[in-house]
């Protein structure tokens, strides 16, 4: 009905501010994330750091693969690279500093608030999405979990601004 147009298309516009964002934000982690891996796995000495780096940073958008694929093709490199296992200490560290500003810098920072959940409904929805859906209910579990909330909230307020709440019970007043 034309009457409801206006109200869809702000929900819609609201949808999309909010998915438009997470894409950026996702975006520019993997970006950094791609940089830090490729400079530093080339700095401690792995001949293919470059290439290892950009190919894990990049993957990062799918959660836990960027970091699996960048980590076990850096580990069996640098075991078949280096002749001590201290050269492959070095890659590991490199890796290990990665998740730890992975987790708690580059993620909180750029994607943090941006999809507008709670932690824990993101990480509900990871789970929730991966065992209903596998492999691509992962990956579109944190702009599905978005869309839910933009409407949730949308329906709430409506809620708390109808006459069904509003409404006192005979005899207060």
């Known amino acids: 009905p034309q ?9 819609a516009a609201e949808v999309d501010r909010i998915l438009s964002a997470w894409v950026r934000g996702q975006a520019l982690c993997c970006l950094l994330l791609a940089l830090y891996y ?19 940073g990049g993957l990062s958008f ?15 490199l640098a075991l078949a690279q280096f002749p001590t296992w201290f050269g492959v200490a070095k890659v590991a ?16 920072r750029f994607l943090g608030d ?5 932690a824990v409904w993101v990480i509900f929805a990871l ?3 991966g065992a209903a859906f596998g492999f691509l209910g992962v990956m579109l ?30 005899g207060e007043g």
Do not use: K, M, N
């Not at 490729?38 to 894990?56: F, P, S």
């Not at 799918?62 to 069996?76: H, K, N, R």
């Open 3 to 11: 009457r409801y147009a206006g109200v869809i298309r702000a929900q």
């Open 38 to 56: 490729a400079l530093a796995l080339t700095a401690v000495g792995l001949d293919l750091g470059l290439i290892v780096g950009l190919l894990a």
């Open 62 to 76: 799918i959660p836990y693969v960027g970091s699996i694929t960048g980590g076990v093709s850096a580990l069996g």
């Open 93 to 108: 560290v490199v890796l290990v500093v990665g998740q730890i500003l992975e987790g708690y810098v580059i993620y909180p």
């Open 114 to 118: 941006r999809v507008e959940l709670p």
């Open 127 to 129: 789970f929730a999405g």
């Open 141 to 170: 579990a944190v702009p599905v979990a978005a869309t839910i909330g933009v409407l949730a909230r949308f329906g709430l307020r409506r809620y708390l601004a109808s006459q069904l709440y509003l409404d006192q019970p005979e």
